[in-house]
């Protein structure tokens, strides 16, 4: 079966620009979440969304960060007007069940961003 | 304020020798930590995990052990190989409301030297 997949693999963008981040994930798995990981950091937590409800938006670092899942599945997420500490690798995960930590998260290969 | 650190950025070990990664916590609320890998150009994969209520868990040549009382936690690779240089990340979660968030390390990259 296939694994979580994101796209685009790479992406620059000009300053000010928006961009938008796919993220298919394992088929059937409840749970989906973003991550940030800037360059020699450990991936930090944007998002959750439990099937096409985002219950913490709580790690987006400002209202230019939008994330959906509108049917449960894909999820998008969204940088308006992006700045160059948007640059980053941005990491989607999802898991089976709508549990804890406790559950796998398994993680796409991300999405690098460069901002110019 | 790191959570969660891992305060070596590197460690370079023989093949057939024993690799030992660290990692320490403060926030004593985190009750189950786990154990990632990730190579380069690919999403972290899930490697180990404990709860906060043993001391040591087990699978194959991997081991993680959990010292609570000193918030500390290590993660053995016994033989090390080739094909387990990585960058290895610590991550943390724990029971209360936002017990689905993981809480990483900035990790340790391991080279196995042949």
């Known amino acids: 079966g296939a694994g979580v997949s994101q796209s685009p693999r790479y992406k620059v963008a000009k300053r000010g620009q928006d961009v938008a981040l796919r993220c298919d994930p394992i088929?059937?798995?409840?749970?989906l979440f973003w991550y940030q990981q800037a360059l020699g950091q450990g991936p930090e937590f944007l998002t959750y969304f439990q099937n096409e409800a985002q219950l913490d938006k709580s790690g987006l670092p400002s209202d230019r960060f939008f994330a959906e899942r509108p049917e449960g599945s894909v999820s998008t997420l969204k940088i308006q007007r992006t700045q160059q500490e948007d640059s980053a690798v941005y990491l989607c995960?999802?898991?089976?069940?709508?549990?804890?930590?406790?559950?796998?998260?398994?993680f796409g290969p991300g999405t690098r961003l460069l901002v110019l | 304020d790191q959570q969660v650190k891992q305060n070596s950025p590197s460690l370079s070990v023989q093949e057939g020798r024993i690799s030992i990664l660290n990692c320490d916590y403060t926030n004593s609320m985190f009750d189950y930590f786990l154990w990632y890998k990730k190579y380069p150009a690919e999403g972290p994969t899930f490697l180990i995990s404990i709860s906060s209520i043993k001391d040591k868990n087990e699978d194959g040549r991997f081991t993680v052990f959990l010292n609570k009382s000193a918030k500390h936690l290590s993660l053995h690779i016994v033989p090390s190989q080739p094909g387990d240089s990585a960058v290895y990340f610590c991550?943390?979660?724990?029971?209360?409301?936002?017990?689905?968030?993981?809480?990483f390390g900035k990790g340790t990259l391991l080279t196995v030297n042949p």
């Open positions: 991550a943390a979660a724990y029971s209360g409301g936002s017990n689905y968030k993981l809480t």
């Open positions: 088929s059937g798995h409840v749970s």
């Open positions: 995960a999802s898991s089976q069940h709508p549990t804890g930590g406790r559950e796998t998260q398994y």
